[in-house]
């Protein structure tokens, strides 16, 4: 298994520290869409895909004028998750399968360039996209990402625990290395996706939290604007709040058995892809 952190779209927000707690509050935030390329030995799998071509084409579509506004999306070919699966020397045809935390629309965007690909994600995400769950959960999601007609892969049942968390186990067609974890509260079928490399478990916690300073043992913190923003598109305070405490938990007990990273912020990706040339 080879792993590569890929970054599947740029955002650059006004706030500076404020959002991302580097430097001033005149400069752009940096925030990322941080993906995930696995390598096994006959196929391609792929965690996330950012906000994909279509953002760059149809952006008003794609991601709606409320999102552009507010997080200055870079909208460049170049910088998509399928091109950058290109650039490493791939087809984004070898990509056969893709999991994905949620189906929000920094997370799901680039799955039109995989029509191709099964897209495994928790039952209770599917149904909030379907509506189940009221017009207010069903807005947050982009109809256009979908209209393509993604091969669904759903899950409900709960098998053995992970490190104290209920995990999906199996994904179909997919190695035992993978599970979903559910983390609701960013989402009402929010999850993390856990991968055994052999040498340790690597944690994508998608928008589980949004600055690392959040999972300090000892003083959680977060900046201001990262804060305020998370707490306007969750679905289920209580259930994130109870999660994030329970990721502290997991690393005060088994830090050095697993890494957990999240889904936007820049700093934790430039770690991971330095960790890995």
């Avoid at 409320?66 to 020397?89: H, S």
């Avoid at 149904?127 to 993604?150: I, S, T, V, W």
């Amino acid at each position: 298994m080879r792993i590569h952190h890929i970054d599947g779209g740029t955002m650059r927000p006004f706030g500076g520290r404020l959002l991302d707690g580097v430097g001033g509050i005149t400069r752009r935030a940096e925030m990322v869409c941080h993906c995930v390329l696995i390598e096994l030995d006959d196929r391609l799998v792929l965690i996330e895909t950012g906000i994909g071509e279509g953002a760059v084409r149809r952006p008003d579509e794609w991601l709606g004028r409320r999102f552009i506004r507010m997080t200055r999306p870079v909208l460049d070919l170049e910088r998509t998750v399928a091109r950058r699966i290109e650039a490493l020397g791939y087809r984004r045809e070898d990509v056969t399968d893709i999991v994905l935390t949620h189906l929000d629309l920094d997370h799901a965007g680039g799955l039109a360039e995989f029509p191709q690909a099964r897209v495994h994600v928790y039952g209770e995400e599917l149904r909030a996209l379907d509506g189940k769950f009221g017009p207010r959960e069903k807005f947050r999601y982009r109809a256009a990402q979908f209209a393509h007609g993604p091969r669904w892969e759903s899950y409900d049942e709960l098998g053995e625990p992970w490190f104290g968390f209920g995990a999906v186990r199996q994904l179909r067609g997919l190695p035992a290395e993978l599970l979903i974890i559910p983390l609701a509260g960013h989402t009402r079928g929010h999850a993390g996706i856990a991968i055994d490399t052999g040498a340790g478990w690597k944690f994508a916690v998608g928008d589980a939290y949004f600055h690392p300073g959040q999972l300090d043992l000892e003083h959680p913190h977060q900046p201001p604007g990262a804060a305020l923003f998370e707490r306007l598109v969750q679905t289920v305070g209580p259930a994130r709040i109870d999660n994030q405490e329970r990721l502290r938990e997991l690393l005060r007990g088994h830090g050095d058995e697993v890494e957990v990273f999240s889904a936007h912020n820049a700093v934790e990706l430039r770690a991971l892809q330095s960790a890995t040339v």
